[in-house]
């Protein structure tokens, strides 16, 4: 019987890559976001270049309702999710605190934390039942290195952590499999998403530095999913060779 991995955000960035280095390894995928024609365009390429099986949900993980309907309607040959890849989230804007817009902090601490809740509430008692699952959450440096004027992400991606630990407590006893994926600095959509589609601003975030791609934690995810059932990965955190961490970052070549 088939493996199927769940990946939150998988229309673009790690989410995406994730997908494919999934399904190149055999895994059949549920592939969930907001955007259903890239998720179509993505189900239609997963099953033609791995010859696996692919689900596209297109709903928005902020919506409780959304997430109950849709993750509810699977086909029952998809419903024993053995992964969860909780990636979908974004940052908005980079302001001080006193100047920010709590129209977007409410967007990402509904992102970033209720919907990785919500999906979660869902996909773990499935797995509870079962007595067996893995579930990855994609936080970031950010989340234990809080840096100026991104205070309420940073807030959301701690939070992430802090639920990452408590459900690695909480489903000890089910056999479960819990880890923390802990990115820097990953060239995708992110930087244009939180600057409002600025090409220009979001190109300046990795001028003079070769970022990770989403492939490269896409790889870091399915060496942790791949280890014997015994391990767990509590947590990997990966940053570009020129970045130290979310302070200290050396550009090349900046005239």
């Not at 928005?60 to 509810?72: M, S, Y």
């Not at 509870?128 to 205070?151: D, E, F, K």
């Amino acid at each position: 019987m088939a493996k199927i991995a769940l990946i939150t955000g998988a229309t673009s960035g790690i989410g995406e890559a994730t997908a494919r280095a999934l399904c190149a390894e055999g895994w059949w995928a549920i592939v969930t976001g907001r955007r259903a024609e890239r998720l179509r365009q993505l189900k239609a390429q997963l099953e033609a270049d791995f010859a696996v099986e692919a689900a596209a949900l297109s709903f928005d993980v902020r919506d409780r309702r959304q997430c109950e309907a849709a993750l509810g309607s699977l086909p029952e040959r998809f419903r024993n999710v053995e992964l969860l890849v909780n990636n979908a989230g974004l940052a908005l804007g980079l302001e001080p605190l006193h100047e920010g817009d709590p129209a977007q902090w409410e967007q990402m601490i509904d992102s970033n934390v209720k919907g990785l809740l919500y999906v979660t509430r869902i996909i773990a008692d499935g797995m509870v039942a079962r007595g067996r699952g893995h579930i990855v959450n994609i936080g970031s440096i950010a989340g234990t290195q809080p840096y100026l004027n991104g205070a309420v992400y940073c807030a959301s991606k701690h939070a992430v952590h802090a639920l990452s630990q408590g459900m690695r407590i909480d489903l000890l006893p089910h056999g479960i499999r819990v880890t923390e994926i802990r990115p820097g600095m990953v060239e995708t959509e992110f930087s244009q998403v939180r600057f409002g589609g600025d090409e220009a601003r979001a190109a300046e975030v990795y001028r003079g530095v070769e970022p990770l791609g989403g492939e490269d934690v896409a790889e870091a995810i399915v060496w942790a999913v791949g280890q014997p059932p015994h391990v767990n990965i509590d947590e990997i955190v990966l940053t570009p060779v020129a970045q130290a961490n979310a302070y200290y970052t050396h550009r090349s070549n900046i005239g």
